[in-house]
């Protein structure tokens, strides 16, 4: 799949894990076209919206549910003509 093996490109080590995920986003809607790019942004500041850098049970299951619901809005604009 090209955006794993994108994100394992752009991701090095010691960068810290915001900056790996906003590097991330920004390559995937930068690769999408030029009238679902500003989509794709949207998507994904839906998907860390009140989602806290912390791993207690509660925002692991928000963040869990946002990529979910993430998934199924980006498949739905983005599947190919």
């Excluded at 390559?27 to 998507?43: F, H, K, N």
């Amino acid at each position: 799949m090209l955006l794993r093996s994108s994100f394992y490109l752009t991701c090095r080590l010691p960068s810290p894990p915001v900056q790996c995920f906003e590097e991330f986003r920004n390559e995937v809607v930068a690769m999408q076209p030029a009238d679902l790019q500003g989509r794709m942004a949207e998507e994904f500041g839906k998907l860390m919206k009140d989602v806290h850098r912390t791993l207690d049970a509660v925002n692991r299951d928000r963040f869990q549910n946002r990529v979910t619901i993430f998934r199924v809005a980006v498949k739905e604009f983005a599947k190919p003509p």
